[in-house]
């Protein structure tokens, strides 16, 4: 069984909720929701989601790194904004943080965070291949989608073999029309 370490940041929210801020197993590392807070527990970039948006970001960087690894290593993230029609100023920052390395991403409107204040939360998954592991690096392969075998198009045959039985059901009437005009 693999060894759990559990990271703490400080957060003044980390012990009326009970969370790490982040977690590593082998060869991953969990990123709780990280807010816009600085290394004094205040809330960065009031009303501003794109400075809050970096301060989240470099949080997580902060605590990736504690664990060993850095934002290059981030596979996915799950953005949480108040306000979805500022979605340009939340990507702008994930865009200078993660455009060499992208992570797969979501994002997502609430309806509020935690404080009034917060405008975004990120949540951050990360994975050092275990060879980069074994080494003690924590770069990661960048494969070019070249590189990547083609998906194959979805094939949408159905034998009559495999098909499943249905009831056959009465014929429906067609709804009544009007006729329509000649030009």
Same mark, same amino acid.
């Given at each position: 069984?693999?060894?759990? !370490?559990?990271i703490?940041?400080q957060s ?6 009970g969370?790490? #801020? ?7 590392v969990? @990123? ?11 809330i960065v ?11 989240v970001?470099?949080?997580?960087g ?5 664990? *060993?690894? !850095?934002?290059?290593?981030? @596979?996915?993230? #799950?953005?949480?904004? !108040?306000d979805? !029609?500022?979605? %340009?100023? @939340? %990507?702008r ?5 993660? *455009?060499s390395n ?8 609430v309806? *509020? +965070? ?5 405008? @975004?939360?990120?949540?951050a ?5 275990? +060879? %980069?592991a074994d080494s003690?690096?924590?770069a990661?392969?960048?494969?070019a989608?070249?590189s990547?075998?083609k998906?194959?198009?979805?094939r ?16 429906r009437k067609?709804a009544p029309?009007?006729?329509?005009? #000649?030009r």
């Amino acid at each position: 069984m693999s060894e759990i !370490t559990r990271i703490a940041s400080q957060s003044r929210w980390e012990p009326i909720f009970g969370f790490s #801020r982040a977690v590593r197993t082998d060869n991953w590392v969990v @990123v709780s929701g990280t807010t816009a807070f600085d290394e004094r527990g205040t809330i960065v970039g009031k009303n501003q989601m794109y400075v809050q948006a970096r301060q989240v970001i470099a949080n997580i960087g902060a605590a990736l790194e504690r664990a *060993g690894m !850095t934002l290059s290593n981030v @596979v996915r993230t #799950r953005v949480f904004v !108040t306000d979805i !029609t500022r979605f %340009a100023e @939340v %990507a702008r920052a994930h865009q200078e943080s993660f *455009g060499s390395n992208p992570p797969a991403s979501t994002v997502v409107e609430v309806r *509020g +965070l935690v404080h009034p204040d917060m405008l @975004v939360e990120i949540e951050a998954d990360a994975y050092e291949t275990p +060879l %980069a592991a074994d080494s003690g690096s924590s770069a990661t392969k960048s494969h070019a989608a070249a590189s990547l075998p083609k998906p194959k198009a979805p094939r949408a045959t159905v034998s009559a073999k495999s098909a499943p039985a249905r009831k056959s059901s009465p014929p429906r009437k067609p709804a009544p029309t009007k006729p329509r005009k #000649r030009r």
